[in-house]
């Protein structure tokens, strides 16, 4: 594991596969340590996503496997572990959670839970020795995603987003067409991510467990496609925040979001995201052509179609390669993608914020570090 690890580090080029190369100081490992085959990986919390995407995904990924589960709910714990055949030993409630520290059928811990609770369980998973998997948002503010990539660097252990659509054959070719200028230059991004949401009691309405609204929740997305798309980083932000129609749900959150971006070469942005209206589309603008996704951001099947047509792609469930992507880098390199690192992670919160300050203030806000 990560303390045991012959390590060297030096100044390393690398690509983010976002267009942009970066150059900081890496840690190298002379020979990876890793022989297993198969990496075992925890899920702390068994909500909605982790027990229809994730675990479906685990139960299909030839490089890991659903190893153990973290949960506070008794009745879920045995449900899982009928079901997926795992041990007593890999189940942990959240007082118990530090003790997976001990266990060797662990390699990795991905974190499902509320946006709020990001924070503590990656500091805790990297106190515990074990890389981490993050959903998005990777945490609900820019201090705490400071502190979450910290916290890992200073363990040893890798801090990975769960941005599955990098995996996701239509959105990497919207970042090939974008990044490589294949139809000319971007000029113009629209980008919209919404959807009507429903129980007003669920946490996603709650700004203490949520960190915000639908930006926080599905405007991240559009976030990210802005910088697939062009493969830059924005400059400065406008934003409005939209009326509030349903006093019942929306108190403490956002009910909508528009926001505008400017990006190096004059590229500009126009966002927008809801828990109100049901919108999922990417368009982007390049001086020879266009292109776009609708469905951009969902679990698909996703659709494209390029100003010289159809984009006939290969289906795909995203969390599936998603996940034998990131343990296929990591079994052969001992590292997460940089392209799904916690630093891109931070990189979106901190957008996400100049947004929320934009609307906040009425002020163009300024992005770029
Ligand atoms: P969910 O409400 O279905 O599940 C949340 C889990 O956290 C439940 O098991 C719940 O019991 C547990 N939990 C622990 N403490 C809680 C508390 N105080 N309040 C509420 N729940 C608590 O949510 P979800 O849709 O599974 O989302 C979980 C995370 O996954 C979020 O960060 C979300 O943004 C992310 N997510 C990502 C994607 C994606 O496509 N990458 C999709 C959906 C959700």
Redo the contacts with the bound molecule.
Sequence with gaps: MPANHTRRAFLQTISLGLGTTLAFPSIIHAKPSFQKKKLGIALV??????KN?LAVALAQTDNCYLAGIV???PAKAEEWKRKYNIPEKNIYNYQSFDQIADNKDIDIVYI????S??HEFVLRAAKAGKHVMC???MSVSVKEAEEMVAACKKAGVQLGI?Y?LHFEPFTQEVMRLGQKKILGDVRFVQTNFGFSIGDPT??RLKKE?AGGGPLM?VGIYCVQASRYATGKEPLWVTAQLGPITDKQRFTTVEESISWQMEFPDGIMVNGFSSYKSNIEQLYVSATNGWFQLGPAYGYGPLKGRTSQGELNLPVVHHQTVMLNGICKEFLENNKFPAHTSGEEGLRDMKILMGIYEAARTGKKISLAS
Excluded: C, F, I
């Excluded at 919390?45 to 982790?50: D, R, V």
């Excluded at 499902?112 to 946006?115: A, C, E, I, S, T």
């Design positions: 919390g068994l909500g909605s996503y982790a995407q949960t506070g709910t499902v839970l509320p946006n609770m990001h959903e998005k948002p769960g599955r669920q946490w467990l929740d």
